[in-house]
Structures are given as C-alpha cells and as structure tokens.
C-alpha cells in the first residue's frame, strides 16, 4: 500500500472554490496515473478527474469546465481546483493512485 495524504476539504458556499492536494512518496508519484474521485452515502465511488504521467487530463462531465487537475512531478502533488462550486460536488472527495486510496477529505457546498 502506497501512502496517500489528502488535504484542503471544507465548508464552501455556492459558487465558491475549492484546491484539493494529494501528497505521496516520489518513487511511486512519477510512475502511476493520478485522480481524484468522489462518493456520497449510499453511492458508488465516481471519477472526477484524471491526470497521466504525461499530464494528459481526463475529467467527467461534471467537472468539465469548472475543475483544474494538475500534478507537480517535483513535489510530488497532484491538486485538484475546483471553481464555481455547486451543493451536488457535496462528497467525500478520494485521491487515487498506486492502487491505494488516500483517507478521503469531505467537501461541502451549502449555503
């Protein structure tokens, strides 16, 4: 299992942003496809954005337009911005790579 460390979740009101970062060790970060993904209670998991060693960018549909995926192959963090947030990007939101799950970190849009 690979280290994931998740950070940047809160309390936002509509229309508001959002940058999450996902943190892991050099060695693994320069090898795998990083994303981001979300779940809510009673929900499958569902990708939100993708991002290939290559920088190659994959998003749903949700996401197109309002979120950014990037990944810094020096510090070894790949973020996830996140604009004109709305109550339904209300998740837990899950970093993934290496086959390992970061802890999740909880966004919340509500007025």
């Avoid at 299992?1 to 693994?28: D, F, H, M, W, Y």
């Avoid at 998003?59 to 790949?78: E, H, L």
Wanted: positive net charge; contains cysteine.
């Amino acid at each position: 299992q690979v280290q994931l460390v998740e950070s940047g979740g809160g309390l936002v009101q509509p229309g508001e942003s959002l940058r999450l970062s996902c943190a892991t060790a050099k060695n693994i970060f320069s090898r795998y496809t990083m994303g981001w993904y979300r779940q809510v209670p009673g929900k499958q998991r569902e990708l939100v954005a993708q991002i290939t060693t290559g920088g190659s960018t994959n998003y749903a549909d949700s996401a197109q337009g309002r979120f950014t995926i990037s990944r810094d192959n020096v510090k070894n963090i790949v973020d996830l911005q996140m604009n004109s947030l709305k109550p339904e990007d209300t998740a837990v939101h899950y970093c993934h790579g290496a086959y390992s799950w970061g802890q999740g970190t909880q966004v919340t849009v509500s007025a």
